[in-house]
């Protein structure tokens, strides 16, 4: 059995109709659009987090902050093997690059960002039957859930 015959395409699409509002084109292509997605948001969060690094630096923020954007990195990494695997093509991310004005509004946009992905990571997880991309979905939605908590742990901080 093949990755496409393992692929409930109609799951895909109500996960990511849902979690994107956009309409995922059926079948294997609507995987590989939710993955392209996926890419596009962890290389922006990735920029952010660098950004605000850069900001910061000096401080013991800043390091906070590289290690996020190293997590990103990594992400990114694992969701370009998935991609790969499932396409045999790479994904170019897109061009919109992160810009980081107001710290504190960074942060907090950074903070329901990560909420965001790992509700849709766990969505897209839940509609893929194929066990590795599955088990890895799950595994991202939870690393993103800690990056949130790291987030507010940081805004809480700031906040003293």
């Given amino acids: 059995m093949d990755m496409c015959d393992k692929i409930d ?3 895909i699409g109500r996960v990511w109709d849902r979690v ?40 013991a923020l800043s390091k906070e902050l590289s290690e996020l954007a190293g997590a990103e990195a ?5 969701l370009q093997t998935e ?4 396409t045999g093509d790479t994904c170019v991310p897109g061009t919109a ?3 980081a004005p107001y710290l504190m509004g960074a942060l907090r946009d950074a903070h329901a960002g990560e909420l965001e992905n790992a509700k849709a990571y766990a969505a897209l ?16 939605s ?12 940081i805004v809480g901080r700031m906040m003293a």
């Fill in 74 to 78: 990594d992400t990114g990494r694992r």
């Fill in 125 to 140: 997880a839940a509609a893929v039957s194929e066990g590795k991309l599955r088990e890895t979905l799950y595994d991202l």
């Fill in 9 to 11: 395409a109609a799951a």
């Fill in 142 to 153: 939870a690393r993103e859930r800690s990056h949130a908590e790291k987030l507010r742990e």
């Fill in 20 to 59: 994107a509002n956009t309409s995922a084109p059926s079948g294997p292509e609507g995987l590989t659009k939710a993955l392209r997605d996926f890419i596009d948001r962890v290389e922006r969060a990735r920029d952010m987090y660098a950004l605000l690094a850069l900001k910061t630096k000096g401080t």
């Fill in 83 to 86: 991609y790969f695997l499932l």
């Fill in 97 to 99: 690059r992160a810009s």
